[in-house]
């Protein structure tokens, strides 16, 4: 149900390189693993490395905040992979032969609005969304384990080994297929279809947000982290979240105005039936390196030193109180 761009020009070289070409079509394919292996990565290596070289940061606020930077990068790949791999495998079938799973009205209308990828799209991202809480829920209650693994040297702490395993995707076709076929979605989809490349950047500002708001409720619950780095942890993770979200946009709308790549690589593909699909892990790419770059590269630094300046202030009160007002935290960050 793709429409595609049948002129012919080819331009031979790096832009219709087989490996470029393959991995675009996978991250087309697979959004929600391409963005939890990516965050992984960046969560394992390169965060850690920034927490740990921030200056003026007390050491066992870099040592919860690492905690929190693996747990987080280890949960979310688990709980997103177990939902996102029978869903997107369960797509592609239906994508592959939608004739066969879905009704005539329904084809009928994505042949007239050509909007069927759009919604793909839309329920490919939503995977990071719907498994936002329960990866905060397990990712705080990892911290103070991991913590404890790394920076202390105790061989009588027990390992809890996690598995998750995706069923069949079988079991999720009669679910998509509502989907696709329920009418307010499909409205919702032929509306906003305009906005199709930039699908995976609002969801991944929703899918931050919620986890967020989520990891702010679980980390204050949780009385295993010590009172003053579970503050640290909470204020890290709202500044980031905040910082990583408006910087993330700014930084993926100049590359997405600015650049010239996509109109030379459309040139350079114009005769492959899978265009479509090559500029949908384009618009997936660039937003997630984008994310990345500035919540894992920069925004430690700038996270952690804010997030010590609030904690200091407010420990220095003698209260019983587990929190501070948002005023009051305001005051503290200006």
Known sequence: ?????????????????????????????????????????????????????TPEVEKKNK???????????????????????????????????????LNKKSIDFFKKNNNFDFMSKFLKQSVSVITAIPKSFLAVSLIPLIKNVIYKKDK????????????????????????????????????????????????????DTVLCTANVVNIGRNKKI?????????????????????????????????GKFVEKFKKANSGSPKLAKYVDGIDILRPTLAFAFVYYGILPVVSNFLAQRVSDKYNKKETSDNFISFKEFKRNIC
């Open 63 to 101: 040592e919860y905040s690492i905690a929190n930077s693996i747990s987080s990068g280890i949960v979310k790949f688990l709980t997103v992979e177990a939902l996102a791999l029978p869903v997107e495998k369960t797509i592609l079938k239906i994508e592959k032969n939608p004739d066969k799973f």
């Open 156 to 207: 009588n702490k027990n390992r809890q080994n996690l598995s998750f395993k995706g069923k069949s995707s079988d079991i999720l076709t009669p679910v998509i297929k509502k989907f696709y076929e329920n009418e307010k979605i499909q409205d919702f989809s032929k509306k906003h279809i305009k906005n199709s490349k930039n699908i995976a950047r609002n969801m991944m500002i929703f899918a």
């Open 226 to 258: 010590d009172k003053k780095p579970r503050n640290n942890l909470i204020y890290n993770n709202v500044l980031s979240t905040v910082f990583s979200i408006s910087t993330g946009v700014l930084l993926d709308k100049i590359l997405q105005n600015k």
């Open 1 to 53: 149900m793709r429409i595609n761009n049948t002129n012919q020009n080819s331009f031979k070289g790096a832009l219709n390189n087989k490996f470029l070409l393959k991995s675009l079509e996978k991250i087309a394919d697979h959004p929600a693993t391409f963005g939890a292996a990516t965050s992984l990565l960046m969560s394992l290596t390169l965060r850690p490395l920034v927490i740990k070289n």
